[in-house]
Each structure stands twice: as structure tokens, then as C-alpha cells.
């Protein structure tokens, strides 16, 4: 099929976000919320559903909700209800989760997120709290419940159906995750499960405004997969009306739920919709509806932070950087306050943020491990950054710095610099200008060239001063030189 | 010594005239000898009920504090958990089901030194009004072994008939506590919703069910009241209200109190209970308080209402018995699904699936909206009316239900069946207090049952209304004559 077909269609996309409250305790009994233990160790009556027990709602969770409602700045309801929700199923421990069906903790409410530079605000529909269930564990010839989730608080933010593409999506769960972080409402680990994305779609030819059947992907477990789930499947559907012109849309596709399928690279189909399960919803008796005070919410909405795009801006606005630089160091707070640390003892803001964005992220990024968890201070990242600008170590000698802050996160690089002669750099101005007047001579139509007005050519020249001395002469103390030297070599044209 | 009230058990005991363990001896062996007549309990605890009480002794010797009810043996209904013990539920399905964690009532009745001989019999999971239903045991009324006790705390209540313990408890839903209790000629008390903890119950109806003493008197049940009545953090529906001083507040007189009598509601009561209802208002009036009439005729819509309500809330407790993770595993399933229906096929009785079905369906999409949903409206206009009659009057008094106990297998129309519970369950629906007190007897020497109702909260007056009654009308103290008799 001709590509450009796609052009004439857009995706609508709505995002259900599942996240799991950091709380110290579930969200109905005290059991441990903590993710990697042994299995059912973080349980109690409750967590396994014997007979008699009573779920009582943790505070902690509804704070954080609370929290989150205030970040989305979306309404805080004073009156919600939880419901029960039927299903067999055995990480159900009581055969029905506890969920806000009708009235949920937080309405209405939007995220604020750049999509190719431009803001684009992304209404949301609604967020409520429920439990997690268990997890299955399949052996040879059993299965096991772990039961150490049931009952973590998961908030269900539901987005409305105004995101247009791969792209869009990607950029709102990404704002999404990072409010959740700064809020410390949930530690958004994807691996872990803390956050995990469910995304419904549809497709229109563009500029219409009609909403054709939408089918669900389930269990997107990172943006990537989103993005590319969410791309396949606008494919596909957009394939599906362009070969049947002549068929009833509402007949081409129809309800169902997808997962994705991360090897094939394509959407699967686990189940129609016409089959979907009855979920009964009623009030959960068991619970008092939730009531809260103006006050209450007034109080919790005075200890929001700063949120990552007020951050963003602050960051394109003071210090210089771009959007996806900005964006790279907002969307894991984490990095943003390493970089805020970093900038109390160096103040070039965009090096400094290049080097933690592409430097050291590519040399964590084959181990796993983060910059901010492995032992290297802020402040010695800021350090290096001084020790180029000041002239002391060029960017190609950091590089080799940096290595070894890698392997001994707890030295200061000016001690490496100094430990290393290979990294000290070269301070004989004699040794110097002999290395320049050689390479002025091996190249006399770079120097022709740039006295033309090539800038490139000054650069080469630098480039094999560097080659000579092997990085370690000062860029400043060669640019000088090369430039007084060069401006007395007479212009060759006439 | 069987004759003796919880409250002169307790005394004697902290007046140093009997021990713990004597009374527990005692007791353990009316239980060995007679329940076998009665199938009352289902399980005796010898061995733990009697280290309670030797340890009991030792604190008394040795000057420790002494609970508020040191010595009192109790037993509770099999749906109350004791940890370590059995908790059935009278269902096959838990027959095997080890409790483990205490109830709240437990932890409450045993921080004050009562002694717990052993749990009794009920329908199963609490669904019945006769005690027919349960699996594992069948219950006779004591004062008449072909009778049934009434349901479903029927093994409780013929256990204090019997005079097997002084003090058990049941739990009331539409009107377990009550109607058996007037089947079998003793008080039964169902108090204000969330007014005791429901923790460490096996839930049936969540929004209707509470736990509630059941004794020969009304003082007996004030003095448990004193203890139980409390508020509880593992209870998310328990009322935020402190333990109240029962004893001394139904001593009070009761003379001006109005009692308000639905007479329209009650216009189809059989000749003999009407006649039994109308001298327990001649007692009533005798204390000076004045009988008015009161509108509930919404009542009649409370069968109907209680059986879509509690179904519902039943059909998704009873969910978590699938066999994954306690109870009955069925030996024939192989898959999961099978799992799920042969177990609880093998594992729950004809009722027990007959109301899930029913609050399944009333629950699923197409129906809710026409049954759950209507229900759950005509509960909050039932919550009105009655809030609407305590305008006009203190208490509102009705039978319990309209027949005296009934022959065993003589009901077989679970229609039939349901009405047994037509005075007592809007009780549960508006979750209000109420108590049930023997009034006497049937030409069958079968006994009736005198309902008083208080507004929501009114726990202590309700008690103080009943108090009042039975001083000038002990039928309470009467016991069957079969039982009659020390052993």
C-alpha cells in the first residue's frame, strides 16, 4: 500500500495509566507495600481474602491521591465511593476488586506536555483508586499466586480521547510519570510494574470528527512498546478502512482488546469485546463513602513542588537549554536535581547538561545502572565541566576522565587529572610552538584557506595540533597562538 | 447452678465462692451430657476453656485485675472467629477451616475474662431462619426436641435455652439473632448497625449484619453490650461512639415513653401471636408508657428489598470460596475452571446457591438497574419511614414473627420461609437496634417473642425498654423442662 496513504488518517488515542502508589502499607491492610520480596511475605489476612477479614482505607494512599488530584489540577472530589468489582480470577483474592466505579477521588484535570516543541495540553477524564491483584507464577506442572501486590494502591488516571498520535502519547505519559515522581506519589518503575499503560485507539480520515470503534491494547510496559504498538495499529486499522471502501466502518472494526507482541512487532488480538465479562458493580458496603474536608485538600495542595514543565521552563528560560535537553533532565527528577547539584559548583549549565544526558548516560546505558545511583557526585560532573572551560583538560581527555569516574565513582576528577601526566596539559609554550610552526608548515592551503574566510579550516588546524600533542594541549593557548602566528604569514594571493 | 444469670456467675466468682474452673467443669459437662438432645454446639473447647479459667483463678488469687465478665462461659455462633478453632460456617466448604486471627467480639469477651467453651450451630453461612440449612449438624428447640430453633444463630439460642452456657453469640442479618431467639424463649439483641465490630465475622449481608448477644435476660445482654458496643479501627462501618454504661442505664424508669405500633403492618398477624403481642402492650403500658400508632406500611416491601440487598452482598463475599486458597479444593478438578465449579459445587448447600444465583443476577448489566439499584432506593425510603415513626414515638414494638417455632421440615416454600422474617428485617434494612424478649407462650407451650425497636443509636434504650418488660414479665428465666434438671 502506497505509505502516503497514512498521511490522510489521524489516531485517537485515550490513555488509561495504571500506577502503583508508593505508600509504606497497601491500600486496605498493613501489609508491606514493597516490590521483589520473597513470594506472599507482604501479606496479611487481608492480602490472601480469608473469610471475615474487612478492608480499611490507608490514609497514605488517599493523601497521595489527594496530591496527585492537586498536581493534575484536576477537582478534588469531597465525596467518593469505592465499588466492588466481580471477577474469578486467582490473584483476585476475594474474587472482586475494590475500585471507585461511579464516583471517583479526582475528575476532570489535564497534564502539559511539549510534543516537537510546542505545548500541548491533554485533558484527563478521571483518576480513582483501587487495588492491585496478585501475580500468577507458572512452574512445570503448577501454578502459584504470589499475593505480595494484592492490594498495593494503584491510581487509574484515564485520559480523554485527545491524543492524536505515537508521538503525543508518548509525550503525556512521559509528563504523567514525571508529576507521579515529583509528587513522590509512585516510584514509576515500568520493569517493576509501578506503572503500566493500557491505550485505546481508533482511527479518522483527518480532519473529520467523528470517533469510529476503538479497540484496547493492555499491559504497555514501556513507551517504546506504546509507540510502537500505537503505530502498528494505526496501521493496521487505517489498512483495514482504505481496502474496504465500500464496507460500513462500524463493520471493519469492531471492540476487542490487544496486547502487543514485542517479537512479532504486531498487535494481537486476545478477546472480543461481545464476550467481555459482567463486572457487577455495587458499593462496596464495606466502606464508608470517603469524605473530605476543603481544608483538608487545601492543606495537601500547599506541599506540591515544583512540577516538571514549570521545571522545563525554568530551565530553557535561565539557563539556556532546549526543549529536549530540558525535557531529558525534568522527565526523571532524580536527574534534574543531579543536575541542580552539579550547578552549584559549575555554571555552564548547557555543558554540564550535555554531559549528563549524552556523556555519561551512554557510558551507564550498556550496564543498566543510572548516573545518580552509581556513587559519582553531582558536584564532580561540575568539576570536570570547570576543568574544560578553565583549559586545563580538553573535552577529548574528559572523555578518558569520565571513563575512570565510571570505574571510581568516589575520586574527584582534578585528582585523576592530576594523578594521570597523560592528562596533564601541556604547558611548555616552547615544545608548543614548536608543534604549531610544524603544522602551520605541513599546511599551507589550510592556512590559505582560512585567511579565505573557511572557518573549517582553522578547525582542522586545531585538529592537528590535537593530533600531535594527543589532546593535551590547552584549546585556548592553541587558538591564540595558531591565530598570531597565522595573522603574520603573509596572504599568498596577491 | 444452670439457673444462675451471667451476672450472678460473675459475682460469685469475684466474691471467691466458686472458681473459674468450677463453673467451666460445670458448664463443659451440661454440654457433654445434654447437647447431644439439643446439637446446640458444634464445637467444645474443653482443654483451651479450661486453661482460661485456671489462669483466671491464678489472677484472682494473686489480686490481678479481673474483667468485667471473669467467669462468664460463653459460646459463639460458627461464623465468629476464635483463632485456631474451627470456623465452619455450617457449610462443608470450611468444614476443615482453621481460624487465623481472633474476631474483635473475641478479643473483647476474653480481654474481660469470659471463657469460650465452643462454637454453635447455624445456617449455613448464616442463610436460614430455622438452622435446617446447616450441613454439618441439625438443632433442636429446646422445648420441644421436633422443633425447629429458629435460625439462623439457632444453635446459640438453644444453647442458652438449654441452659448450656449463660451468654452466647449470634448475628443478625434480617432477624437471626431475633427470631431465634423468641423460638427459644430467650433475649436476643441486635444492636444499632456499626454499633459492634463485624471484624472476624464471615461476612454474609456486609451492610446489614451485626453480631449480637444473645442471654436469658436483658441485664445479661447489657452487661455483654458493655463490652462489645465499642468502636473498632479494623471495622471501616463501626460507629465512632464509646463503650456505654448499659447496666446503669436501663435501670431507669420508663414511665411517658411512646411506643409506636404499625398496627396497619400488622393487620394480617395470626390470631394467637396478635393475642400474645397485645398483652406484652398491656405490660408495656402497665410501666406508663403511652402506645401510639405509627405508619410503616412500607415495611411490606421489606422482604423483598432484604432478599435482593443481602443476595447481592452475599453473592460477591461468598466469591473468594473457590477453592485457590482454603476450604474445599474439589478432588475431581483438573483445570482452574474446574476448580472454581466443582469446588464450590461439592462445597455449598441448595440455599447458599440459590441466594448467589439471585444476587448474582439482581447484580448482572441489563438487571441491576431494575432490581439492585430499585432495592437500594426503597432501602433509603424505608430508612425515612422509620425515621419519620420515631418523630411520633421512643420505641416502636412488633412480634418478632408470626408463628411460634415450627415443626422441622414443615416449611418447605423458601417463599414461605423468607416471611419468617417479615417483622425483623427492616430492622437490618434501616440498620436500627433491636432487641427480642420471650412474651409468654403458645396453647403448645411454645414461646413468643416481644420486638422492641429504637431509633439508630438507641442501643441502650432499647435495652431499658426490655429490662422494664421482663421485670414484670420474666418469661426469659423459665427453661425448657426437658432441660430443666442438673446433670
Redesign the interface.
Known sequence: MDPSIYGEWEAVIGLEVHVELNTKAKLFSPAANHFGDEPNTNIS?VC??????????NQEAVRKAVLLGCALNAHVAKYSRFD?K?Y?Y?DS????QITQFEMPIIVGGSVTADVDGIPKTFGINRAHLEDDAGMLKHFNRFAG?DYNRAGVPLVEIVSQPCIFSSKEAIAYAMALKAILQYIDASDCNMEEGSLRMDANISVRPKGSKELRNKIEIKNLNSFAFMGMALDAEFKRQVKEYVTQPHVDPSQIISQATYRWDADKKETVLMRRKETAD?Y????E????PLVLEEEYIDAIRQLLPELPYEREKRYISTYGLTSDAALMLVNEKTLADYFEEGLKVCSNAKSLCNWLVVEFAGRFKDSGKVLWESGIPASYVGKLVNLIDNGIITGKIAKKVADLMVENPQKDPEKIVQENPDFQPMCDTNELEAIVDRVLNENPQSIQDFKNGKERAFAFLVGQVMKVTQGKAPPPLINKMLKEKISKIKDQNP | MYKQTALRLHQQFLDKKISAEEIVRYFLQRIEKLNGQVGAFLSVFPERALTQARALDQKRASGGKLGRLAGVPVGIKDNIHVQGELTTCSSKFLANYRAVFDATVTKLLEGEGAIILGKTNLDEFAMGSSTENSALQSTSNPWNLDCVPGGSSGGSTAAVAARLCPITLGSDTGGSVRQPAAFCGVVGFKPSYGRVSRYGLVAFGSSLDQIGPIAATTEEISMVMEVLGQHDVHDATSLPLHAEDYLSLIQAPIRGKKIGVPWQFLQDLPAEAKENFLKALEVMKGHGCEVVDVDLNILKYAVATYYIIATAEASTNLARFDGIRFGVRSKRAETLEQVYDYSRTEGFGPEVKKRIFLGTYVLSAGYQDAYYKQAAKVRVKIIDEFNRAFEQCDAIATPVSPTPAFKKGAIQDPLEMYLQDIYTIGVNLARLPAISVPSGFSKAKMPFGFQIIGARHEDALVCRLAHAYEKAAPYGLEVPPQFDKEV
Open positions: 489476612d490472601t481474602g480469608q473469610p471475615g477479614t474487612l478492608p480499611v482505607i466492588r466481580s474469578f486467582p483474592p476475594r474474587n472482586f499466586v459482567d457487577r458493580y455495587f458499593i458496603p464495606d466502606l464508608p
